[in-house]
């Protein structure tokens, strides 16, 4: 199985690169400054096969400074709400599956226990919400 890493060299891009090699999967890591999630021509080589014909695309490119998302909060929408829906539509040209990883952050923390995909969220910062509407 073939797999494309948006975010690749990342904290968790990384090692979900790493995890995948170990299992013997074929996977490109694609991460700053190469390729960039927010710009059209890097979605369209995406789409193209440019960067291979992957099973799996994965979002881990994220906007992750989570208090300074609060002083940007155009920069911190931009990366966690509308580049997953880019990513998406690239893959879905490309004939791909996407996996975009979100963050416990779009909840308020206030459950006596792990919430389920049932849950409702309700994000407390700009972070929070931003990765809400990137779902």
Partial sequence: ??????GGNGMLGTDLVEELRRRGCG?????????DATEAGCLQALASGQYGRPDWVVNCAAY?????????????????ARMPGWLADASKRLGARLLHVSTDFVFDGHADGWYDETAAPNPLSVYGASKLEGE
């Avoid at 199985?1 to 948006?6: G, K, L, Q, Y």
């Avoid at 996977?27 to 390729?35: C, I, K, S």
């Avoid at 208090?67 to 929408?77: I, L, V, Y």
């Fill in 64 to 80: 992750t400074a989570v208090d300074q998302a609060e002083s940007e909060p155009d920069r911190a929408f931009l990366l966690n």
């Fill in 1 to 6: 199985m073939a797999w494309v890493v948006v």
């Fill in 27 to 35: 996977v490109r890591a694609l991460d700053l400054p190469e390729f």
